[in-house]
C-alpha cells in the first residue's frame, strides 16, 4: 500500500490558505514539498506530523513530495538510518515515487556554488578555530567582532579553498564562511560557516569529499535544484531564514523556493531528541530503536499501532504556528478508534486462576460459538471450547466482595461470555492466601441469555478459556515509558522520571484459536485491551503478544 491518496485530504490549515493563494495567482502551476530527514537516527512522531503534513500538502494539491536525505555531516549519518527512514515513511503510506534525493547528489554544484561566492568577494576562508570564531561571533545584544582573515585575496581565498578539498589540511584547522555582516542583529547572518574539512567518508558519495557543506549551505539550495515551492521546516529554523534567502538572492540557483515554519510535535510522557532517544537505547533501558515503549516508527510499529491511527493522529493535532504539547492519550485514542471497527475480539486470561466445574463430566467438551465482533457479523465468528477446567482471571475473584463486585465470590454467581452461569462454590488458597484453585457449578439452563435456570438475573460477565486446549503466551504490558507529563522539562535528568513499570511481562492463557494467529492481525482480547503477537520475538509455540494500547484511557482516570 504505497498510495498517498488513500486517506481523506487534511482539514484547512494556514499552509494550504498559502499554497492556494500560489496556485490561484499563478505563483506556482504545481506544488512540490520535501520532507528532508538527516539520516543520523530512527524517524519518531515528530516526524510523522512532518512527513504528513509534506506528503499530505502535495497529495491534496495533485503535487509531488520527495524524499531528500539531508545528508551533510557524515561524521553522524549511516547507512542503516537511511533505510529505516525509507521503510518508515513507506509504512506511513506514503510513495515519493522517482523522486529520492539525497543533497549530497548537488555536493559538486555546492563546491562550484561556493567558489562562485569566493569570486564575488562573498565568501572567505577562515583559520580561526572554533573558539575563536564562536568568541568573535558577538552576543544577541553585542555585535560580533571581524575576523582578521575576513580580507583575505580572492586568489588566496580560491587557493585556500580548493587545498581544503583536495584533502591537504586536517579536520577543523580552517572553515569557509559567508561574508555577511558581522553586526548583523541576526546572528545566523554573521559570517555563517559554508565548509568544514571531515576526513570522513560518506554513507552516500563514499571517500570522494574531505570537506562537506554546512546544513544552512546545502538545505535551500538543494531546495531549489529540486524545483521545490514550499520549503516546509520547524520553527527553530525561523532566524535561519534571512540566511536562507540570502543565498538564493546571492547564486544563480535555477527557483525560487520560500520556506514556512510550523510549530513541532511535543509529545506528553515520552521524549523525543535524537541524543535522548540513543541514550536510552545505549544504556539498554529500551531493548532498542524498535522497543515497543519509544515514540519511534519502529517502535510504534513493532507494538503494533497502525499507520492510519498515527495519520489519523497527525490530522486531528493539525499544522500551527504556536509550540505546543500534545497529550499522547489523543495518539492512543486514535489507535482505539481503529482497532475498535477492525480488531477480531478473542478472549485471553492475563492472571490465570483455574476453575474447576464440579458438576461437568471430565471429559466432556462442548463446542460454543463466539462472534468475532460484536457489532459486524461479516467478521465471522469461532469456535470455542467449553470444558470441566477453565481458566478465568484472578481478578474476577474476591474473597471477600466489595460493594458492587458482581462477578465471584464463594457463593457468587457469573456469566460466562459467550457460555454459561456458573457459581463458586469453594476457594483452595496457599499458606500465604494466595488464591490456588476455585471450585464451583455450571447452570445447563443458562447456555443463552443472562438468567440462571430458576430465572434469576446474573449482573457480571467474565471472560475466560478452556484449560484443556488453551495456550500458553507471554505477554507484555506495555505502559508509558516515563511517569511524568514532561520528562524532558530540565533541572532533574530526565531518567529519573523512567516508570518502572512500563513493561510488564506475564504469562497468560488464550483461547486455542490465538495458536494460528499471525502478527499483522491486531486483536482485542476481551476487558483486556488491544494485542498483537511480536513481530520480533513470537515464534510459533512460544507465542509473544504486545498490548498495543488499554481499552480505556486510564492514566487520565485512576492517576
Ligand atoms: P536533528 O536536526 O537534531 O538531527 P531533527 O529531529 O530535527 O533532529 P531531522 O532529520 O532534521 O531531525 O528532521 C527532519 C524533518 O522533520 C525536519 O524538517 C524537521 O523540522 C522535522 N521534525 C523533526 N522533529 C519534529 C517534530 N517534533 N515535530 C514536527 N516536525 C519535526
Ligand atoms: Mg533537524
Not at 507529563?485 to 510488564?504: A, M, Q, R, T
Request: with cysteine; aromatic share 10%.
Amino acid at each position: 500500500m504505497t498510495s498517498n491518496e488513500q486517506s481523506s485530504t487534511t482539514p484547512n490549515n494556514f499552509l494550504k490558505t498559502i499554497i492556494d493563494e500560489d496556485l490561484k495567482s499563478g505563483k506556482h502551476s504545481s506544488v512540490v514539498t520535501r520532507f528532508p530527514p538527516e539520516p543520523n537516527g530512527y524517524l519518531h512522531i515528530g516526524h510523522a506530523k512532518s512527513i504528513c503534513i509534506n506528503f499530505g500538502l502535495a497529495r491534496d494539491f495533485g503535487g509531488r513530495c520527495h524524499l531528500r536525505f539531508d545528508d551533510t555531516n557524515p561524521a553522524k549519518e549511516e547507512q542503516e538510518y537511511i533505510d529505516s527512514i525509507k521503510d518508515s515513511v513507506r509504512w506511513l503510506g506514503f510513495d515519493w515515487g522517482e523522486h529520492l534525493h539525497y543533497a549530497s547528489d548537488n555536493f559538486e554544484q555546492l563546491f562550484q556554488w561556493a567558489i562562485f561566492l569566493i569570486h564575488k568577494g562573498k565568501a572567505y576562508v577562515e583559520d580561526l578555530n572554533v573558539e575563536q570564531i564562536r568568541a568573535y561571533r558577538g552576543t544577541l545584544t553585542e555585535p560580533g567582532t571581524e575576523s582578521p582573515f575576513r580580507s583575505r585575496s580572492i586568489e588566496e581565498n580560491l587557493d585556500l579553498f580548493n587545498r581544503m578539498r583536495s584533502g591537504e589540511f586536517p579536520d577543523g584547522t580552517r572553515v569557509l564562511r559567508a561574508k555577511i555582516d558581522m553586526a548583523s542583529p541576526n546572528i545566523s547572518l554573521r559570517d555563517p560557516v559554508l565548509y568544514r574539512i571531515l576526513h570522513t567518508p560518506h554513507p552516500h558519495v563514499g571517500d570522494a569529499w574531505k570537506i562537506y557543506p554546512m546544513y544552512d549551505f546545502a538545505h535551500g539550495q538543494t531546495d531549489a535544484i529540486e524545483g521545490i515551492t514550499h520549503s516546509i521546516c520547524t520553527l527553530e529554523f525561523e532566524s535561519h531564514k534571512p540566511l536562507y534567502e540570502w543565498f538564493l538572492d546571492n547564486l544563480p540557483v535555477p527557483a525560487r523556493p520560500r520556506q514556512y515554519e510550523f510549530a513541532r510535535l511535543n509529545l506528553t510522557y515520552t521524549v523525543m531528541s535524537k541524543r535522548k532517544l540513543q541514550e536510552l537505547v545505549q544504556l539498554g533501558i529500551v531493548s532498542g530503536w524498535d522497543d515497543p515503549r519509544l515514540p519511534t516508527l519502529v517502535g510504534i510499529k513493532r507494538r503494533g499501532y497502525t499507520p492510519g491511527a498515527v495519520r489519523n493522529f497527525c490530522e486531528q493535532i493539525g499544522v500551527g504556528r504556536s509550540d505546543s504539547w500534545i497529550d499522547v492519550s489523543l495518539l492512543e485514542e486514535c489507535v482505539r478508534a481503529e482497532l475498535n471497527e477492525s480488531a477480531p475480539r478473542a478472549m485471553a486470561v492475563l492472571r490465570p486462576v483455574k476453575f474447576i466445574i464440579d458438576n461437568y463430566p471430565v471429559d466432556q467438551a462442548e463446542e460454543l460459538h463466539a462472534p468475532n465482533h460484536p457489532q459486524k457479523p461479516e467478521m465471522g465468528g469461532r469456535i470455542i471450547q467449553f470444558t470441566r477446567e477453565i481458566w478465568i482471571d484472578a481478578d474476577d475473584f474476591m474473597e471477600v466482595p466489595s460493594k458492587g463486585f458482581y462477578r465471584l465470590s464463594v457463593g457468587g454467581e457469573v456469566k460466562l461470555r459467550f457460555g454459561y452461569i456458573i457459581k463458586c462454590t469453594g476457594v483452595i488458597m496457599n499458606e500465604q492466601g494466595a488464591v490456588m484453585e476455585l471450585h464451583g457449578e455450571y447452570d445447563p439452563a443458562s447456555r443463552e441469555g443472562i438468567h440462571t435456570a430458576d430465572g434469576r438475573k446474573v449482573k457480571g460477565v467474565i471472560h475466560w478459556v478452556s484449560a484443556h486446549n488453551a495456550v500458553t503466551a507471554e505477554v507484555r504490558l506495555f505502559d508509558r515509558l516515563f511517569n511524568v507529563p514532561n520528562p524532558d522539562k530540565g533541572g532533574i535528568d530526565y531518567k529519573e522520571y523512567l516508570n518502572p513499570l512500563s513493561v510488564v511481562s506475564i504469562p497468560a492463557q488464550l483461547e486455542a484459536s490465538l495458536a494460528s494467529s499471525d502478527s499483522e492481525t491486531r486483536y482485542q482480547f476481551e476487558r483486556m485491551g488491544y494485542f498483537r503477537q511480536d513481530p520480533k520475538d513470537s515464534l510459533p509455540g512460544k507465542l509473544v503478544f504486545n498490548r498495543i494500547v488499554t481499552l480505556r484511557d486510564v492514566w487520565s482516570t485512576n492517576k
